[in-house]
């Protein structure tokens, strides 16, 4: 009933209140309007941050899975610089034996030249030395011609030398022992010196056969002696 007494006009509401009402309604619908355009805004930004960061996640992850495949690389690369040392190191050291062995394969082919020609010149020495062996064989054979030959011909000699012994021996003993004549014949004489003159070969060719003997005795020395070098040059 109060609010019934307050009513003007029969019922009917103020337009100051209608306005004010009205105004606020508007103020509320702006009001609405702008927060939820903030609100969408917000949302809009929100779920753009969510993106952001669900993209930095996969690029933090990527950058993590990158960093491992780079240390991993680094290590590997660290390994192969490693390795590539030590195949250097082996390089330098088989290039120092390469290069010992090339300096001994030449002094090989220096020592092998010098044998070589050490070798042809053995050769040709042997040679030379063959030939004059066979020389000297052949002077050897002549010489033993020669030696026999000459023990022939002392043989000859020395029986020649035993009959003449032998005659000379024979000659004294048929000689008659001398007498003392006072006088003596020219026939007597001339036996005498006859006689004298048969000793006198005697002693002449005794002379003679004592000379043939030295003789003979260095022949038969030099034959043993060139005999003896035969034997040695041929050994």
């Avoid at 040709?124 to 030395?129: A, G, N, Q, R």
């Avoid at 008659?176 to 003596?184: E, Y």
Wanted: charged share 30%; net charge negative.
């Amino acid at each position: 009933m109060g609010i019934d007494s307050m009513r003007v006009g029969g019922g009917r509401c103020p337009p100051l209140v209608l306005g004010g009402l009205l105004t606020a309604c508007i103020m509320l619908i702006c009001n609405w309007w702008i927060l939820s355009s903030e609100n969408i805004e917000l949302v809009r930004q929100l779920d753009e941050l969510n993106e952001q960061l669900r993209i930095s996640a996969e690029e933090r992850d990527q950058c993590v899975t990158l960093r491992k495949n780079f240390e991993q690389r680094y290590k590997n690369a660290e390994n192969e610089v490693a390795s590539l040392h030590v195949h250097l190191e082996q390089q330098e050291e088989l290039k120092k034996k390469n290069d010992d062995l090339n300096e001994n394969l030449n002094m090989c082919k220096n020592e092998l030249d010098s044998l070589t020609k050490l070798d042809a010149t053995k050769t040709t020495t042997l040679e030379t030395l063959r030939l004059e062996k066979k020389t000297v064989n052949s002077q050897l054979n002549i010489t033993r011609d020669e030696n026999k030959k000459l023990q022939e011909d002392i043989e000859q000699l020395k029986d020649d030398l035993d009959k003449i012994k032998l005659t000379c021996n024979l000659t004294p003993e048929k000689k008659a022992p001398p007498t003392l004549q006072p006088q003596t014949s020219p026939k007597n004489h001339k036996n005498n010196d006859s006689n004298g003159g048969i000793e006198d070969n005697v002693e002449v060719e005794n002379s003679k056969a004592g000379n043939i003997e030295t003789t003979d005795g260095n022949i038969v020395e030099s034959g043993r002696d060139q005999h003896t070098n035969g034997g040695t040059t041929e050994d």
